[in-house]
T-cell receptor, first 114, second 114 residues
Framework: AQSVTQLGSHVSVSEGALVLLRCNYSSSVPPYLFWYVQYPNQGLQLLLKYTSAATLVKGINGFEAEFKKSETSFHLTKPSAHMSDAAEYFCAVSGDTGFQKLVFGTGTRLLVSP | DGGITQSPKYLFRKEGQNVTLSCEQNLNHDAMYWYRQDPGQGLRLIYYSQIVNDFQKGDIAEGYSVSREKKESFPLTVTSAQKNPTAFYLC?????????????FGPGTRLLVL
Protein backbone atom coordinates (compact mmCIF):
# COMPACT_ATOMS: atom_id res chain seq x y z
CA ALA A 1 0.00 0.00 0.00
CA GLN A 2 1.11 3.52 -0.69
CA SER A 3 1.85 6.01 2.07
CA VAL A 4 3.18 9.52 2.59
CA THR A 5 5.21 10.98 5.45
CA GLN A 6 5.43 14.72 5.98
CA LEU A 7 8.20 15.65 8.39
CA GLY A 8 7.26 18.50 10.70
CA SER A 9 3.67 19.34 11.54
CA HIS A 10 4.67 23.02 11.74
CA VAL A 11 7.36 24.97 9.87
CA SER A 12 8.14 28.61 10.68
CA VAL A 13 9.98 30.98 8.35
CA SER A 14 10.52 34.70 8.06
CA GLU A 15 9.12 36.64 5.15
CA GLY A 16 11.63 36.46 2.29
CA ALA A 17 13.27 33.25 3.54
CA LEU A 18 13.43 29.92 1.74
CA VAL A 19 10.47 27.59 2.24
CA LEU A 20 11.18 23.85 2.40
CA LEU A 21 8.39 21.38 3.20
CA ARG A 22 9.39 17.74 3.26
CA CYS A 23 7.49 14.78 1.80
CA ASN A 24 8.64 11.17 1.56
CA TYR A 25 6.54 8.48 -0.03
CA SER A 26 6.31 4.73 -0.14
CA SER A 27 5.06 2.99 -3.25
CA SER A 28 5.56 -0.34 -4.98
CA VAL A 29 4.77 1.17 -8.37
CA PRO A 30 5.87 4.42 -10.04
CA PRO A 31 3.89 7.01 -8.13
CA TYR A 32 1.96 10.09 -9.05
CA LEU A 33 2.63 12.79 -6.45
CA PHE A 34 0.70 15.91 -5.55
CA TRP A 35 1.03 18.97 -3.33
CA TYR A 36 -2.14 20.72 -2.20
CA VAL A 37 -2.59 23.91 -0.14
CA GLN A 38 -5.43 24.61 2.28
CA TYR A 39 -6.28 28.01 3.72
CA PRO A 40 -8.29 28.11 6.98
CA ASN A 41 -11.81 26.71 6.69
CA GLN A 42 -11.48 26.18 2.95
CA GLY A 43 -11.08 23.29 0.56
CA LEU A 44 -7.80 22.12 -0.96
CA GLN A 45 -6.21 23.69 -4.03
CA LEU A 46 -3.65 21.93 -6.23
CA LEU A 47 -0.18 23.52 -6.16
CA LEU A 48 1.58 21.06 -8.47
CA LYS A 49 1.81 17.41 -9.44
CA TYR A 50 4.35 14.90 -10.72
CA THR A 51 3.15 12.42 -13.34
CA SER A 52 6.43 10.89 -14.58
CA ALA A 53 7.39 13.63 -17.01
CA ALA A 54 9.99 16.16 -15.80
CA THR A 55 11.35 15.47 -12.31
CA LEU A 56 11.39 19.18 -11.44
CA VAL A 57 7.81 20.38 -11.34
CA LYS A 58 6.79 24.03 -11.22
CA GLY A 59 3.50 25.04 -9.71
CA ILE A 60 1.44 28.06 -8.86
CA ASN A 61 2.49 30.92 -6.58
CA GLY A 62 6.21 30.33 -7.19
CA PHE A 63 6.34 26.85 -5.65
CA GLU A 64 8.23 23.93 -7.14
CA ALA A 65 9.05 20.35 -6.17
CA GLU A 66 11.62 17.82 -7.27
CA PHE A 67 10.92 14.10 -7.59
CA LYS A 68 13.91 12.07 -6.36
CA LYS A 69 13.34 8.37 -6.83
CA SER A 70 16.54 7.35 -5.04
CA GLU A 71 15.45 9.25 -1.93
CA THR A 72 11.70 8.53 -2.35
CA SER A 73 11.13 12.23 -1.80
CA PHE A 74 9.06 15.04 -3.28
CA HIS A 75 9.96 18.10 -1.23
CA LEU A 76 8.20 21.41 -1.85
CA THR A 77 10.24 24.63 -2.07
CA LYS A 78 9.80 28.34 -2.66
CA PRO A 79 12.79 30.69 -2.79
CA SER A 80 11.18 33.58 -0.91
CA ALA A 81 8.25 33.26 1.48
CA HIS A 82 5.39 35.72 1.44
CA MET A 83 2.91 36.36 4.23
CA SER A 84 0.15 35.03 1.97
CA ASP A 85 1.89 31.61 1.89
CA ALA A 86 0.80 30.92 5.47
CA ALA A 87 -1.46 27.87 5.16
CA GLU A 88 -1.49 24.10 5.56
CA TYR A 89 0.20 22.00 2.90
CA PHE A 90 -0.59 18.40 2.07
CA CYS A 91 1.45 15.90 0.07
CA ALA A 92 -0.44 13.02 -1.55
CA VAL A 93 0.35 9.93 -3.62
CA SER A 94 -1.64 7.77 -6.03
CA GLY A 95 -1.04 5.21 -8.74
CA ASP A 96 -1.21 1.71 -7.33
CA THR A 97 -4.95 1.08 -7.73
CA GLY A 98 -5.46 1.87 -11.42
CA PHE A 99 -7.79 4.59 -10.24
CA GLN A 100 -7.52 8.09 -8.84
CA LYS A 101 -7.38 7.19 -5.13
CA LEU A 102 -5.20 9.65 -3.22
CA VAL A 103 -3.38 8.86 0.01
CA PHE A 104 -2.62 12.04 1.96
CA GLY A 105 0.07 12.92 4.45
CA THR A 106 -0.88 14.49 7.77
CA GLY A 107 -0.06 18.00 6.59
CA THR A 108 2.44 20.73 7.46
CA ARG A 109 1.33 24.12 8.68
CA LEU A 110 3.53 26.92 7.34
CA LEU A 111 3.85 29.99 9.55
CA VAL A 112 5.35 33.16 8.04
CA SER A 113 6.53 35.96 10.30
CA PRO A 114 7.24 39.54 9.16
CA ASP B 1 -18.18 29.31 -13.14
CA GLY B 2 -17.27 25.65 -13.00
CA GLY B 3 -16.68 24.11 -9.62
CA ILE B 4 -17.87 22.14 -6.64
CA THR B 5 -20.40 23.39 -4.12
CA GLN B 6 -21.02 21.97 -0.68
CA SER B 7 -23.85 22.82 1.65
CA PRO B 8 -24.39 23.71 4.35
CA LYS B 9 -21.16 25.36 5.49
CA TYR B 10 -21.94 24.43 9.12
CA LEU B 11 -24.18 21.60 10.29
CA PHE B 12 -25.27 20.64 13.77
CA ARG B 13 -26.28 17.11 14.66
CA LYS B 14 -28.20 15.94 17.68
CA GLU B 15 -27.65 12.55 19.28
CA GLY B 16 -29.31 9.75 17.29
CA GLN B 17 -29.94 11.94 14.27
CA ASN B 18 -28.97 11.26 10.65
CA VAL B 19 -27.76 14.29 8.69
CA THR B 20 -27.02 14.69 4.98
CA LEU B 21 -24.25 16.77 3.45
CA SER B 22 -24.73 17.99 -0.09
CA CYS B 23 -22.09 17.97 -2.84
CA GLU B 24 -22.73 19.19 -6.40
CA GLN B 25 -20.26 19.61 -9.28
CA ASN B 26 -20.65 21.14 -12.74
CA LEU B 27 -17.23 20.07 -14.04
CA ASN B 28 -18.68 17.05 -15.88
CA HIS B 29 -16.39 14.77 -13.87
CA ASP B 30 -17.14 11.06 -13.66
CA ALA B 31 -15.47 10.45 -10.29
CA MET B 32 -16.47 11.94 -6.94
CA TYR B 33 -15.09 11.50 -3.41
CA TRP B 34 -15.85 12.23 0.25
CA TYR B 35 -13.07 12.87 2.75
CA ARG B 36 -13.06 13.48 6.46
CA GLN B 37 -10.48 15.86 7.93
CA ASP B 38 -9.49 15.85 11.60
CA PRO B 39 -6.72 18.00 13.11
CA GLY B 40 -3.32 16.39 12.70
CA GLN B 41 -4.65 13.43 10.69
CA GLY B 42 -4.78 14.72 7.16
CA LEU B 43 -7.62 13.64 4.90
CA ARG B 44 -9.15 10.17 5.07
CA LEU B 45 -11.31 8.72 2.32
CA ILE B 46 -14.88 7.81 3.30
CA TYR B 47 -16.50 6.81 -0.03
CA TYR B 48 -15.80 7.28 -3.70
CA SER B 49 -17.73 6.82 -6.92
CA GLN B 50 -16.30 6.29 -10.39
CA ILE B 51 -19.61 6.35 -12.23
CA VAL B 52 -23.31 6.99 -11.69
CA ASN B 53 -25.12 4.32 -9.64
CA ASP B 54 -21.86 2.83 -8.40
CA PHE B 55 -19.72 3.63 -5.34
CA GLN B 56 -17.10 1.97 -3.14
CA LYS B 57 -16.13 2.19 0.50
CA GLY B 58 -12.99 4.05 1.38
CA ASP B 59 -10.87 3.65 4.48
CA ILE B 60 -13.39 4.88 7.07
CA ALA B 61 -16.87 4.11 5.67
CA GLU B 62 -18.47 2.82 8.90
CA GLY B 63 -21.31 5.07 10.02
CA TYR B 64 -21.65 6.77 6.65
CA SER B 65 -23.73 6.17 3.51
CA VAL B 66 -23.80 7.71 0.02
CA SER B 67 -25.77 7.66 -3.21
CA ARG B 68 -24.88 8.57 -6.78
CA GLU B 69 -28.10 8.87 -8.75
CA LYS B 70 -26.89 11.77 -10.89
CA LYS B 71 -23.45 12.49 -12.33
CA GLU B 72 -23.28 15.92 -10.73
CA SER B 73 -24.43 14.95 -7.22
CA PHE B 74 -22.89 12.80 -4.46
CA PRO B 75 -24.61 13.36 -1.09
CA LEU B 76 -23.15 11.94 2.11
CA THR B 77 -25.31 10.84 5.05
CA VAL B 78 -23.77 10.71 8.49
CA THR B 79 -25.81 8.16 10.38
CA SER B 80 -26.40 7.76 14.10
CA ALA B 81 -23.98 4.81 13.98
CA GLN B 82 -21.10 7.27 13.53
CA LYS B 83 -20.21 7.93 17.15
CA ASN B 84 -17.65 10.66 16.58
CA PRO B 85 -18.90 12.70 13.63
CA THR B 86 -17.40 16.06 14.56
CA ALA B 87 -15.02 16.89 11.69
CA PHE B 88 -14.54 18.91 8.52
CA TYR B 89 -15.97 17.09 5.49
CA LEU B 90 -14.59 17.68 2.02
CA CYS B 91 -16.06 16.60 -1.30
CA UNK B 92 -13.93 16.31 -4.44
CA UNK B 93 -14.29 15.33 -8.06
CA UNK B 94 -11.97 14.34 -10.91
CA UNK B 95 -12.02 12.95 -14.41
CA UNK B 96 -11.94 9.16 -14.39
CA UNK B 97 -8.49 7.81 -15.09
CA UNK B 98 -5.48 5.93 -13.84
CA UNK B 99 -4.29 8.05 -10.94
CA UNK B 100 -2.63 11.16 -12.35
CA UNK B 101 -5.82 13.19 -12.67
CA UNK B 102 -6.23 16.20 -10.41
CA UNK B 103 -8.93 16.13 -7.77
CA UNK B 104 -10.85 19.38 -7.35
CA PHE B 105 -12.20 20.14 -3.89
CA GLY B 106 -15.27 21.90 -2.59
CA PRO B 107 -15.17 24.45 0.27
CA GLY B 108 -16.15 21.89 2.93
CA THR B 109 -18.85 21.38 5.55
CA ARG B 110 -18.06 21.53 9.25
CA LEU B 111 -20.19 19.11 11.27
CA LEU B 112 -20.65 19.68 14.98
CA VAL B 113 -22.50 17.61 17.56
CA LEU B 114 -24.92 19.31 19.95
Amino acid sequence: AQSVTQLGSHVSVSEGALVLLRCNYSSSVPPYLFWYVQYPNQGLQLLLKYTSAATLVKGINGFEAEFKKSETSFHLTKPSAHMSDAAEYFCAVSGDTGFQKLVFGTGTRLLVSP
Amino acid sequence: DGGITQSPKYLFRKEGQNVTLSCEQNLNHDAMYWYRQDPGQGLRLIYYSQIVNDFQKGDIAEGYSVSREKKESFPLTVTSAQKNPTAFYLCASSPAGTGQETQYFGPGTRLLVL
